[in-house]
């Protein structure tokens, strides 16, 4: 497997790989000797991976993982890059909590986020998969948008991102959520999405109570009503 050296764009260390079984992986596996900003391309990734262990059909789609050695809320500005990145494009996208990117009600884009700690945070890896081509085995939506101006577009929004406080890339999450001001059935009962805090759980309110909920207690999509 041979890596392609891109020029450097902006802070980023770009690596180009024809085919890979995860960039998620490799970075994983490889942090060590990779620098901080490093982001790998698959123009063919065979397994991709998701979150809860799912697998991320990928093919041609644009595929790809950023190395990050700093800790940064990862978790607000990996989606909101990719849908300012898709606005730039004309296509209003919205983030479906925590991380998943939606256009027309259907899944456009997943995000796996994996960090290493020993026992503080050595390394964050952004894994980000976008359907450039619907996916209707799995009720996917795809952009035709060119692979690598679409790439460079979610970097340069990332960047910006990283230079914001925390407080505004908060309000950006929260301008672009899809459930905020939904309903989702929790345990048995219905509650109404009021917002997303600071930590990123979602508040939830009822007749009955006021509860927040975290990311690994709940699956959104089957709670959504
Ligand atoms: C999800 O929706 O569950 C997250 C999907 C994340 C897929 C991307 S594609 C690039 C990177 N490499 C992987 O193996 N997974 C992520």
Same mark, same amino acid.
């Given at each position: 497997?041979?890596?392609?050296?891109?020029?450097?764009?902006?802070?980023?260390?770009?690596?180009?790989?024809?085919?890979?079984?995860?960039?998620?992986?490799? +970075?994983?596996?490889?942090?060590?000797?990779?620098?901080?900003?490093?982001?790998?391309?698959?123009?063919?990734?065979?397994?991709?991976?998701? &979150?809860?262990?799912?697998?991320?059909?990928?093919?041609?789609?644009?595929?790809?993982?950023?190395?990050f *050695?700093?800790?940064a809320p990862h978790f607000m500005l990996a989606?909101?890059?990719?849908?300012?990145?898709?606005?730039?494009?004309?296509?209003?996208?919205?983030?479906?909590?925590?991380n998943?990117?939606?256009?027309?009600? /259907?899944?456009?884009?997943?995000i796996?986020i994996?960090s290493?700690?020993?026992?503080? +945070?050595?390394?964050s890896?952004v894994?980000?998969?976008?359907? +450039? /081509?619907? /996916?209707?085995?799995?009720?996917?939506?795809?952009?035709?948008?060119? /692979?690598?101006?679409?790439?460079?577009?979610?970097? *340069?929004?990332?960047?910006?991102?990283?230079?914001?406080? *925390?407080?505004?890339?908060? !309000?950006?999450?929260?301008?672009?959520?899809?459930?905020?001001?939904?309903?989702?059935?929790?345990?048995?009962?219905?509650?109404?999405?009021?917002?997303?805090?600071?930590?990123?759980?979602?508040?939830? !309110?009822?007749?009955?109570?006021? &509860?927040?909920?975290?990311?690994?207690?709940?699956?959104?999509?089957?709670? +959504?009503?």
């Amino acid at each position: 497997m041979q890596l392609e050296k891109e020029d450097n764009f902006q802070s980023f260390h770009l690596f180009w790989v024809d085919e890979i079984d995860s960039t998620n992986t490799y +970075l994983k596996n490889h942090y060590q000797n990779n620098e901080d900003f490093s982001v790998l391309i698959a123009r063919i990734q065979t397994q991709g991976r998701g &979150r809860y262990d799912r697998v991320w059909e990928s093919d041609e789609d644009l595929c790809f993982s950023i190395l990050f *050695k700093k800790s940064a809320p990862h978790f607000m500005l990996a989606p909101l890059a990719v849908v300012l990145a898709l606005q730039s494009f004309h296509i209003e996208a919205f983030i479906k909590w925590p991380n998943d990117i939606y256009l027309s009600g /259907k899944k456009l884009a997943g995000i796996l986020i994996e960090s290493l700690y020993e026992p503080q +945070l050595i390394a964050s890896i952004v894994g980000i998969g976008i359907n +450039l /081509k619907d /996916k209707p085995t799995v009720g996917g939506i795809g952009v035709s948008l060119d /692979k690598e101006l679409l790439l460079k577009a979610i970097l *340069k929004q990332y960047e910006t991102l990283l230079g914001y406080d *925390k407080k505004d890339c908060l !309000s950006l999450y929260r301008k672009y959520s899809f459930v905020i001001g939904k309903y989702i059935n929790y345990e048995g009962t219905t509650y109404f999405v009021e917002n997303i805090n600071e930590d990123g759980s979602l508040r939830l !309110s009822s007749p009955q109570e006021i &509860r927040n909920v975290y990311s690994n207690e709940i699956d959104i999509k089957s709670a +959504l009503l």
